[in-house]
């Protein structure tokens, strides 16, 4: 594997489900980011992690958690979520101190 | 308030044309400004990016340019080809602590390239 991968690429649960997207990047970063896409609206940054620990969090409701276990790996953990977190979301890295950001393809999810 | 925005939602050119796309910002404290490719079903691709403290940073066909003063960006695609045709994302960096940068994006334009 190479760059940024995630899985799944598909999902869809319900409003009392309780799932995790799972993100993993292969470049050597030690920067990971968490972005939201929802339709006709901008990319929007969720969660910052740095050197494993969390440098930003852009006032996201807590009913997602984001998890970095290790410099290559970043979790997002979703429960009791809402039919309007329905979104595309993105996964990045990126080198220290480099402000250029490489995306994986993202997971489209639908809350029901 | 969006701090990026991406005035013009769709661009039609003809092949061989340039294409031109254009970014306007707000926060004068933007140091990096990038420009992505995204394709459907897939994650956006980097392009080309430049410094605030550069005029223009040319790679290829790709060129970038940026007018501190009006806080206006540019990427020029010349000659274009059908393969360009994709959404174009602006986004402006800002370091956000611990080597790692937060990115704003613009809404992004969809350019489509006639054969």
């Known amino acids: 594997e190479t760059g940024v991968t995630q899985t799944p690429r598909h999902l869809v649960m319900g409003m009392t489900n309780k799932k995790s997207l799972k993100c993993e990047q292969h470049?050597?970063?030690?920067?990971m980011y968490w972005y939201k896409q929802s339709a006709k609206k901008p990319l929007e940054l969720m969660f910052v992690y740095s050197l494993e620990e969390r440098v930003e969090n852009n006032s996201v409701p807590s009913r997602f958690s984001p998890e970095c276990p290790n410099s290559s790996h970043l979790f997002l953990h979703l429960h009791t979520l809402q039919p309007e977190d329905s979104a595309l979301y993105l996964c990045a890295s990126s080198q220290e101190g480099g402000a250029t950001q490489y995306f994986g393809p993202g997971t489209r999810l639908t809350v029901l | 308030d969006q701090q990026v925005k991406q005035n013009s939602p769709s661009l039609s050119v003809q092949e061989g044309r340039i294409s031109i796309l254009n970014c306007d910002y707000t926060n004068s404290m933007f140091d990096y400004f990038l420009w992505y490719k995204k394709y459907p079903a897939e994650g956006p691709t980097f392009l080309i990016s430049?410094?605030?403290?550069?005029d223009k940073n040319e790679d290829g066909r790709f060129t970038v340019f940026l007018n501190k003063s009006a806080k206006h960006l540019s990427l020029h695609i010349v000659p274009s080809q059908p393969g360009d045709s994709a959404v174009y994302f602006c986004?402006?960096?800002?370091?956000?602590?611990?080597?790692?940068?937060?990115?704003?994006f613009g809404k992004g334009t969809k350019l489509s390239v006639i054969p």
């Open positions: 986004a402006a960096s800002l370091y956000s602590g611990a080597g790692s940068y937060q990115l704003t």
């Open positions: 430049i410094s605030s403290i550069k």
């Open positions: 470049l050597g970063h030690n920067a």
